[in-house]
T-cell receptor, first 110, second 115 residues
Framework: DQQVKQNSPSLSVQEGRISILNCDYT??????FLWYKKYPAEGPTFLIS?????DKNEDGRFTVFLNKSAKHLSLHIVPSQPGDSAVYFC?????????FGTGTRLQVFP | NAGVTQTPKFQVLKTGQSMTLQCAQD?????MSWYRQDPGMGLRLIHY???????DQGEVPNGYNVSRSTTEDFPLRLLSAAPSQTSVYFC??????????????FGSGTRLTVV
C-alpha cells in the first residue's frame, strides 16, 4: 500500500518554461511534505518543504502547493533550467517516518 | 567536511554472506535512518533511530538489523544476504526527527549487489 504516489515517471520541459511535478498521498495524518532532487550516483538533496497547515511555500524558482482536501501537492519550477534535470522525489512525514514517492525524472531541454 | 559518510561505496556479496554498511555523521544529529532505492520503487525506509540507544522499524525492515550505540554512527547489518537485497542504500540524518524546514541530509549511497 503506497502512501505517497508520483504517477508520472518522467517529464520533459523546454528551458525557460514551467515544470510542474505532482504527488498524491493517502494518509491525512502527514504533517510535513518535502521535495528532494537527486542526481545519478549522488544522495537526494533537500529542495523545499511545506507544513500541513499551509497551502503554499516559495523559495526562489521553486514553489510547493498543498491541497489537503485533494491530498495532493505539486512542485513548480519557474523558469526551468538545464541544471534542473534530475529525479524529483516527494516525501511525507508523520511520527518519526519520512515516506517517499517513486520519483519523477525531469528533463529540461534547450 | 561535515556531512553523512557511507562506506563502502560499492560491495558485491554472495548469497548467505553477512556484512555491515557503515554510516557516520559529524553534525551531532539525533535522528538517523536507512533507505533503500530500487527501480520504480522510490526510496523505502528500512530502520530509523531518534537517538542513541533507540531504534525502530520502517517500511521494509526484514533481513536487516541496526543498532545505535553512539550519536555519530548508525550501522546497517545484513544477516544473510539475498539477491532481493540488491539495491542502493542511503543513510540520512537530521537534527530533529521532524524534517520541518531543512529536511534530512543524505549520504552518497552504497551500491550493493548480491549474487
Amino acid at each position: 500500500d503506497q502512501q505517497v504516489k508520483q504517477n508520472s515517471p518522467s517529464l520533459s520541459v523546454q528551458e525557460g518554461r514551467i515544470s510542474i511535478l505532482n504527488c498524491d498521498y493517502t494518509n491525512s495524518m502527514f504533517d510535513y511534505f518535502l521535495w528532494y532532487k537527486k542526481y545519478p550516483a549522488e544522495g537526494p538533496t533537500f529542495l523545499i518543504s511545506i507544513s500541513s497547515i499551509k497551502d503554499k511555500n516559495e523559495d526562489g524558482r521553486f514553489t510547493v502547493f498543498l491541497n489537503k482536501s485533494a491530498k495532493h501537492l505539486s512542485l513548480h519550477i519557474v523558469p526551468s533550467q538545464p541544471g534542473d534535470s534530475a529525479v524529483y522525489f516527494c516525501a511525507a512525514y508523520n511520527t518519526d517516518k519520512l515516506i517517499f514517492g517513486t520519483g519523477t525524472r525531469l528533463q529540461v531541454f534547450p | 567536511n561535515a556531512g553523512v559518510t557511507q562506506t563502502p561505496k560499492f560491495q558485491v556479496l554472495k548469497t548467505g554472506q553477512s556484512m555491515t554498511l557503515q554510516c557516520a555523521q559529524d553534525m551531532n544529529h539525533e535522528y538517523m535512518s536507512w533507505y533503500r532505492q530500487d527501480p520504480g520503487m522510490g526510496l523505502r525506509l528500512i530502520h530509523y533511530s531518534v537517538g542513541a540507544g533507540i531504534t525502530d522499524q520502517g517500511e521494509v525492515p526484514n533481513g536487516y538489523n541496526v543498532s545505535r550505540s553512539t550519536t555519530e554512527d548508525f550501522p546497517l547489518r545484513l544477516l544473510s544476504a539475498a539477491p532481493s537485497q540488491t539495491s542502493v542504500y542511503f543513510c540520512a540524518s537530521s537534527y530533529s526527527h521532524r524534517p520541518a524546514n531543512y529536511g534530512y541530509t543524505f549520504g552518497s549511497g552504497t551500491r550493493l549487489t548480491v549474487v
